[in-house]
């Protein structure tokens, strides 16, 4: 479970409204603590997961133009975030996206 999920699901459930401010960390620095924060950051988990929704989209419609265009610009988008996260520690230098990764 990501840590958005958890913050929705502390806000709606039990009417947390922002865990910082009862725990005083955030639910990211809380799960690394305890060795259960996701291997790839959550926003670029989610990018690749719609850029592979287009992908499979594309196989069955391979004349939607807008979609192909759309895909390059998701995908770019996960390659400056990657670069962002390997400058910043965030991802092992080795991190490629590509089929490897998709699959």
Do not use: C
């Not at 865990?19 to 959550?42: D, F, M, Q, W, Y």
């Not at 995908?75 to 990657?82: D, F, G, K, N, Q």
Request: glycine letters at 4%.
């Amino acid at each position: 479970m990501f840590p958005s999920m958890i913050g929705v699901s502390l806000r709606d459930s039990k009417g947390v409204p922002q865990v910082k401010s009862v725990t005083g960390n955030k639910i990211l620095r809380i799960l690394k603590a305890n060795g259960l924060a996701p291997e790839i950051p959550e926003d670029l988990y989610f990018l690749i997961k719609k850029a592979i929704a287009v992908r499979k989209h594309l196989q069955t419609n391979r004349k939607d133009k807008d979609s192909k265009f759309r895909l390059i610009l998701i995908e770019s988008r996960i390659h400056r975030l990657s670069r962002y996260y390997k400058s910043t520690k965030q991802l092992p230098a080795s991190w490629k996206y590509g089929t490897a990764v998709i699959a």
